[in-house]
């Protein structure tokens, strides 16, 4: 075992915050099916998927109903049988742009569409498995929502040695993955090994922070168990926040730095998150599409539990099956509190990048004006000066904002958690950010 446990590292900067994990020994309970989905053909970034059904079209589970647009995209396929009811135009909460989606109303039988089997998952070949990888529409689940077959194929002279499964899963509140390592362990580390196989890295790290060590005994004892303990190591990780974010932790690791606007492959470094893999094993030992993922539904919901759910279910239905929401709550939360987006809508579908659903109780908060303190510099794990970007947006000079390197900014939410002004820090840099993307798609 102590070959497999490397020793423990720790980010040189990050900051405490409350876990809050109330779900983290609660086991993964599917939720019914819903009657009807809704299901956007944007759920990625990069280009829209092409509708292909239309209004009367039969369909059954798993079939495909979105064609991926473009090389950056991702297919979309139907996560309940029945009848596509209509379309309607959804807003993508990341984007704030409207996009279409299809409405399958159900046939209460979940028929699943015939499968062809991949042969056999051991000898299959890289190029078979980016094939069932695509085919399957996986995205990165850890919330980016990127396509994962372009992530699995680096660009011409870009040489990968190191890949990192990161199961660090930082976000208070949410337990999706560390629930699924305990799981389904054996199925993600047949995932990685199928990475592997495609990118053929010299070492691979599988990171977990240290307040789940019981995944990291567990997938210890699996790797064990499954001879392959010259291949996999994992890093327990001192649990700070944002140790799941790929930069902060591949220099963890490795030491190596991202350049300024650079990504990981850029310095010889893939990140893949733990549900995306187990995607990954279920695309190639069972061609099933990406149609389900766990969420953790907690805060201030009656039952909080962590729930299998197919894409499209309202988010009410997640809800009502954790016992409604307590009195006092008042806000929705799509993902965690630190990274995640206020919604308003309870109708609005679980998405692929759905890791989580937080009840909340918000009181005002009154923002007061900037005292230099310094902690949100500080507090930011990309060595960011936060407190610039609200001086320049709050003066629409976001050119400045560009100069000071607003694009390395992963909006993880920390120099607004450390700001003893109230100041919503992380609202000023989006709010930037837009501008600027839109002055780059006007030019
Ligand atoms: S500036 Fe961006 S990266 Fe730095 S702490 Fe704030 S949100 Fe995080
Ligand atoms: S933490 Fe808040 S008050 Fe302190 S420097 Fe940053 S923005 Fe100003």
């Known amino acids: 075992m102590q070959k497999v446990i490397l020793k423990k590292k720790s980010a040189t900067r990050g900051i405490k915050v409350p876990e809050n994990k109330l779900t983290e020994h609660n086991p993964i309970e599917p939720l019914p099916l819903p009657q009807k989905v809704i299901i956007p053909m944007q759920q990625h970034i990069g280009a829209p998927c092409e509708l292909i059904v239309k209004r009367g079209t039969k369909v059954k589970t798993g079939e495909i109903i979105g ?48 499968t062809e089997p991949a042969g056999d998952p051991e000898n299959i070949s890289s190029q078979d498995i980016l094939n069932l990888v695509s085919k399957a529409g996986i995205v990165g689940m850890g919330g980016a929502s990127f396509p994962t077959q372009v992530k699995l194929m680096p660009p011409e002279g870009k ?87 790929e930069k902060t932790l591949l220099t963890t690791i490795t030491g190596r730095e991202v350049p300024i606007g650079g990504l990981p492959l850029d310095v ?72 995640g987006i206020a919604h308003f809508d309870l109708n609005f579908p679980i998405l692929k990048g759905s890791n989580s659903i937080l009840i909340e109780h918000a009181a005002p908060i009154i923002e007061s004006n900037c005292i230099r303190c310094g902690r949100c510099v500080y507090a930011c794990p990309m060595h960011l000066l936060p407190y610039m970007y609200v001086k320049y947006a709050k003066t629409h000079n976001y050119n400045a904002c560009q100069d000071a390197y607003i694009a390395d900014c992963i909006e993880c939410g920390s120099c607004s958690f450390s700001c003893p002004a109230n100041i919503p820090i992380v609202e000023y840099i989006k709010t930037a950010k837009s501008e600027l993307n839109k002055k780059r798609t006007r030019k």
């Open 159 to 245: 040489n990968i040695d190191t890949l990192i499964l990161n199961g660090c899963e930082c976000e208070p509140y949410i337990t999706a993955d560390h629930r699924l390592m305990l799981e389904q362990g054996g199925k993600i580390l047949l995932g990685l090994k199928l990475v592997q196989k495609v990118l053929n890295p010299d070492s691979i790290f599988i990171a977990i922070e240290d307040n789940k060590s019981d995944a990291i005994t567990h997938l210890a004892n699996l790797i064990c168990e499954m001879g392959m303990q010259d291949n996999f190591k994992i890093v327990p990780l001192k649990s700070k926040y944002p140790m799941g974010g």
């Open 268 to 339: 010889g470094i893939v990140v893949h998150n733990v549900s995306t893999v187990k995607a990954i094993y279920d695309a190639v030992y069972e061609d099933k599409p990406l149609i389900e993922r766990v969420v953790t539904v907690s805060g201030l919901v009656n039952e909080p539990k962590n729930l299998l759910v197919r894409f499209g279910t309202p988010i009410s239905a997640l809800i009502d099956y954790c016992g409604g929401m307590k009195e006092n709550a008042n806000k929705l939360i799509l993902g965690g509190p630190m990274m």
């Open 67 to 114: 064609k991926a647009g473009g090389f950056v995209s991702a297919a979309l396929h139907a996560t309940i049988s029945g009848e596509v009811s209509g379309t309607t135009k959804i807003i993508n909460h990341a984007t704030g742009h409207l996009t279409d989606a299809v409405i399958i109303t159900s046939d209460g039988e979940d028929n699943w569409v015939q």
